[in-house]
């Protein structure tokens, strides 16, 4: 699965309801897609730990549909959106793909600069130039 829309109406069939009662969940676990567009996206929101601390943060523990009043575990629903994007339905943990990221210095207490710095930094001296 890949849109948000096809996760919400699978959803609608597992857990009852209309599509519209779980778009927004699936719309923020894919709102990473918008960051990169491939599947590192996926290291942000797809993990254990965006599921059991975050999405309860935002939605709640449960949520009452509005379509029927009918009370559902937002969990739930995530776990659904991420076994469904992994074949082998699993859900990784954020130490999965963090295991995986190579470690830079610029990641360690501000030393050297990340690669979006330069860029950054161009951006502010052509708004200079501009506004003198």
Do not use: C
Not at 14 to 26: E, M, Q, T
Not at 41 to 53: D, G, K
Not at 84 to 93: L, S, W
Not at 118 to 128: F, G, M, N, P, Q
């Amino acid at each position: 699965m890949s849109k948000p829309f096809i996760h919400a109406q699978s959803s609608a069939k597992k857990f009852g309801g209309v599509y519209s009662d779980y778009l927004a969940i699936h719309e923020l676990l894919d709102s990473s897609k918008s960051v990169i567009s491939d599947g590192r996206h996926r290291a942000l929101t797809h993990n254990t730990w965006f599921i059991s601390q975050i999405i309860p943060k935002i939605f709640g523990e449960v949520f009452t549909r509005q379509s029927d009043g009918v009370v559902v575990s937002s969990r739930d629903v995530a776990e659904q959106h991420v076994s469904e994007d992994y074949a082998n339905r699993y859900i990784p943990t954020a130490q999965d793909f963090l295991d995986n990221m190579d470690f830079q210095d610029w990641m360690n207490n501000g030393k050297g600069k990340p690669p979006s710095h330069a860029s950054l930094t161009k951006k502010r001296e052509i708004l200079k130039i501009k506004h003198d």
